[in-house]
């Protein structure tokens, strides 16, 4: 497995979706790979901190102001 | 909700706008990259919202719905000013080398990923990368690694096969993944 063929399954292997050959060749190489480890890493980061961003926050003041003079036309 | 009832009491216009109003703008301004357009986007939905407050029967049906047609909203306005973002076609496996090697150099990141709020520079960092996504990408990438909707329901949303959801998210975390890397990796920090 080259170091682009594992980067291709990053998606299953976070999922959990890898067959228990693709999870065999894919720890494999990441034992020999530190830099394959590293990119994991990272992969994974970028996904937790997307998900830690806020859901909402509050309106700016003058974006109030238009809405609620719109809802009230 | 009212407590005194099983049945779910519709929001008051004000509930709405207190309520839900910044929830919509930040969705619409995640899938839109932009605070204009979301502005748009929200008035629409509001006004939808406050148009049908009365036809809602269950409290797990607000929800989804709200979600739903602020992202429907979302999409239609996109469609309406021909976004330039679509036609690019990055693909962000090109800097790999032909025996497969990254092309670029891979360090480990100082971000914390256990910590409970993000600070305000990396929220910007993350929100500013996501605004920089291909739409095709962008919208896989909110729906699902910020909103956290399962495969198959953004697949039903944006009328896309589920492994057309997945090689658009994965290729969206890889860009997402190296536009932030320069800014956490740990060498690049003085």
Known sequence: M?????TELLLDYVAGELSD???????????????????LETYQLTIQISRRLPSCEPLPEEVIR???????A | MDPTTSEFAPPSVEEVFRDYAPRIYMLARRLLGNDADAEDVTQEVLLQLVRKLDTFRGESAFPTWLHRVTVNAALAHRRKRASRSEQQTLEPLDSFAEDGYPGVPV???SVQPDQALLDRETRDLIEKAIARLPDL????YVLADVEGLPNAEIA????????????RLHRARLLMRNALAP???ESSRP
């Open chain 1, 2 to 6: 080259t170091c682009r063929e594992l």
């Open chain 1, 21 to 39: 050959e693709q999870r065999f060749r894919f720890d494999e190489h990441l034992r020999h790979c530190s830099t394959c480890l590293v990119y």
């Open chain 1, 66 to 72: 238009r809405l609620r003079s719109a809802l009230e």
């Open chain 2, 107 to 109: 360090n480990r990141w």
């Open chain 2, 137 to 140: 990408y962008r919208d896989v």
């Open chain 2, 156 to 167: 039903e949303i944006l009328n896309l096969s589920v492994p057309a959801v997945k090689s």
């Open chain 2, 183 to 185: 800014h956490f990796e």
